[in-house]
């Protein structure tokens, strides 16, 4: 966000006025000219402008607060009375925008401001075009509108967010976002992810402590950011449970492909694209590894210089971040690499357990009870099987609990006799 006052066109303005006065005006009602002119550029001098652009140099991904500004000044539409409208689709839904040059008069605080939509074309790339959003107020408002107004923008356009449905999931592909990102339509919550409940409770709690900590990371001098490693088997639902986490927290998902980054500055430019508030993911990490220690030119990015650059990135970053990490066995992995601080919390997603199958069995069937829980338990406790096995199970004869949990039986009998 770039802050600059108008003062400047302002005198050139004035500048020019003089000229034309020397010019045009006879000379015995300069004096008077200069004088309302005078007038005319203290009043106009005590204009503050604040310029928020599209993009910030080097990035390719909108600025955080473009974005905000863009969403709170789309819910004031309706009531600003501004003749013509931009509409498009954003995420399945009409969305309807400010159109170029069109200004809102906004009003905070008994304090009125004036924002406009303004591009800016270069004539020799005129696909190229940047937007920004001006912002003028009075001079005499300007911490108010820093310390107050832009805040309450932020914090408003995450509300209006998050009464919209839908996430958005990224795939970052070789360094850039790919062709389409994906409407983030996966259900999945913590109500529904079938989990150990002292589990699920101290992964909320601890989301929910990130979320409101803003305070308490400023306090403490760390990046505002918090590593999980999720870990286990394939269908034990560490992609349920980044999906609940994306949805608890109203926050987009960044698939992050990793494996063909094979430089510093790529994956430099790769993490500076991704706006706050936002789950990165690096599935199956610990392929990244880099066992042998080999350092060749042509070596993919270890996972420790991975981790090297996002501490030193976001070391000074004020901004929402969660990583996750997922792996499908632990053991692989150099433990230093996930010393504390690096990786907050690793979570281990385990085979289905009688208190996951019971909340799969409320969220498929809608029992709470039934006579062959007690041996599902008793079968559970001696063969492997993922949620997702279960899930499936279950899905097969939703209309009918009981021969649904009578399928689940025999699968279990079955898989403990191979
Ligand atoms: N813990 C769970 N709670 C509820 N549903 C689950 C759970 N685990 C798996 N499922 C069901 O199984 C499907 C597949 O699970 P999911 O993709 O989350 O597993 P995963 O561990 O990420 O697998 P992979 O390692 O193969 O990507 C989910 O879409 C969901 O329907």
């Known amino acids: 966000m770039l802050t600059r006052s108008v003062a400047n066109d302002v005198l050139t303005v004035g500048k020019e006025l003089r000229t034309l006065a020397d010019e045009f005006i006879p000379r015995e009602y300069q004096d008077y000219y200069l004088h309302e002119m005078k007038k005319l550029l203290v009043n106009k001098d005590s204009e503050f402008a604040i310029v928020i652009d599209e993009y910030q140099p080097q990035s390719n991904s909108p600025d955080q607060m473009f974005k905000a500004v863009e969403t709170y000044l789309g819910s004031k539409l309706n009531e600003s009375g501004i003749r013509s409208l931009n509409v498009c689709i954003n995420k399945e839904s009409l969305a309807v925008r400010m159109n170029e040059n069109e200004e809102i008069i906004d009003e905070f605080d008994g304090i009125q401001v004036k924002w406009r939509l303004a591009t800016d074309i270069e004539p020799r790339e005129p696909q190229s075009a940047s937007k920004r959003y001006e912002l003028t107020f009075h001079n005499r408002h300007r911490l108010m509108i820093l310390e107050s ?33 994906i409407v983030l339509d996966n259900p999945m919550t913590f109500e529904t992810l079938a989990m150990e409940p002292e589990l699920k409770k101290s992964i909320v709690e601890d989301l929910n402590n990130f979320k409101n900590g803003k305070e308490y990371y400023r306090r403490i001098g760390k990046a505002w950011k918090r590593g999980y490693l999720i870990e286990g088997p394939s269908g034990t639902g560490k992609s349920s449970l980044i999906a609940s986490m994306a949805n608890h927290l109203n926050y987009d998902i960044y698939d992050v492909v ?60 004020g901004e929402q971040r969660v990583f996750v990490f997922t792996t499908k066995c632990a053991d692989k992995l150099d433990q230093t690499l996930l010393r504390a601080g690096r990786v907050d919390m690793h979570i281990h997603m385990s085979y289905c357990t009688f208190s996951a199958f019971k909340q799969l069995a409320f969220s498929y069937l809608e029992v709470e009870e039934h006579k062959l829980f007690e041996r599902i338990e008793e079968l559970l406790e001696h063969v492997n099987v993922t949620p997702a096995d279960v899930a499936g199970e279950l899905m097969m004869c939703r209309n009918d609990a009981t021969m649904s949990l009578e399928n689940l039986v025999a699968y279990l009998d079955k898989k403990i006799s191979l």
Request: net charge negative; proline share 6%.
């Open 149 to 181: 107004y832009l805040p309450y923008i932020l914090d408003r356009s995450d509300e209006i967010k998050a009464g919209e449905s839908g996430l958005t999931l990224h795939m970052i592909n070789n360094g850039y976002p790919g062709p389409k990102n």
């Open 258 to 317: 990793l494996t063909d980054v094979d430089s510093e500055s790529l994956l430099k430019s790769i993490l500076l694209q991704i706006p706050s508030k936002s789950i990165l993911v690096f599935e199956d990490f610990d392929q990244l590894q880099n066992p042998t220690g080999d350092d060749k030119p042509s070596q993919k990015t270890t996972f420790s210089r991975l981790l090297n650059i996002m501490d030193g990135i976001w070391s000074c970053s």
